[in-house]
Nanobody, 119 residues
Framework: VQLVESGGGLVQSGESLTLSCVAS????????MGWFRQAPGKERELVAR???????NYADSVKGRFTISRDNAKNTLYLQMNALKPEDTAVYYC??????????????WGQGSLVTVSS
């Protein structure tokens, strides 16, 4: 499985941005997908995720502002980001959990997209 992201950029505080992540390869083996981010000097953190059983999980810091969605027909994951704040500035990574065996899986990552929010 390979993941290619797009949609990052520079926006002002309060504006919106949408990230996309296109999956290719053995996409039928993907059990979960999500978005993570890493700000300068900080550890990578979960932003939003669609777990294996469905539904959505969000970090408290983005609840009500970000929406994660998945278009299975297009093998694409989206992150709609509204009301962006300077503290949302980070490199955003698409993530896929790929099943490799009955009990095994690997984590696959996109190349990262820089989102910069100016105040």
């Amino acid at each position: 499985v390979q993941l290619v992201e797009s949609g990052g950029g520079l926006v002002q505080s309060g504006e919106s941005l949408t990230l996309s992540c296109v999956a290719s390869g053995s996409t039928y083996q993907i059990s979960a997908m999500g978005w993570f981010r890493q700000a300068p000097g900080k550890e990578r953190e979960l932003v939003a995720r669609i777990p294996p059983g469905g539904g959505t999980n969000y970090a408290d810091s983005v609840k009500g502002r970000f929406t994660i969605s998945r278009d299975n027909a297009k093998n694409t994951l989206y992150l709609q980001m509204n009301a962006l704040k300077p503290e949302d500035t980070a490199v955003y990574y698409c993530n896929a959990r790929v099943t490799t065996s009955i009990e095994g899986f690997i984590e696959v990552w996109g190349q990262g997209s820089l989102v910069t929010v100016s105040s």
